[in-house]
């Protein structure tokens, strides 16, 4: 069974840092394509960054130049490094996986950016 466990959240000042971890575990092969999502109470949730196989890696414009999507292919490992946080980047983040026609979703971790 495939498991999907995100760390690293947590409380933050404008301007700090932090990485997120995601830790993907099972009888699986490496994953294709990891993102990364967050979502802030009721709104939708939103694509953030993605890394692919070749380590591309993509970001939404709103992160662009802050957040950078990475990946230890060893270690079936992804993160999401976060500079320069921003008061609205405070969300759940969620670290999502495609494994062949298959879609894999940890069950998020917060982060909390505040003064």
């Known amino acids: 069974q495939v498991q999907v466990v995100e760390s690293g959240g947590g409380s933050v000042q404008p301007g700090g840092s932090l990485r997120l971890s995601c830790v993907i575990s099972?009888?699986?092969?490496?994953?294709?394509?990891g993102s990364w999502y967050r979502q802030i109470p009721g709104m939708e949730r939103e694509w953030v960054a993605s890394?692919?196989?070749?380590?591309?890696?993509n970001e939404a414009a709103f992160v662009k130049g802050r957040f950078t999507a990475s990946r230890d292919i060893a270690k079936n490992t992804m993160f999401l490094h976060m500079d320069n946080l921003k008061l609205e980047d405070t969300a759940v983040y969620y670290c999502?996986?495609?494994?062949?026609?298959?879609?894999?979703w940890g069950q998020g971790t917060q982060v909390t950016v505040s003064l």
């Open positions: 999502h996986v495609l494994i062949g026609s298959s879609n894999y």
């Open positions: 099972g009888a699986i092969p490496r994953f294709d394509i």
């Open positions: 890394v692919s196989g070749r380590d591309f890696t």
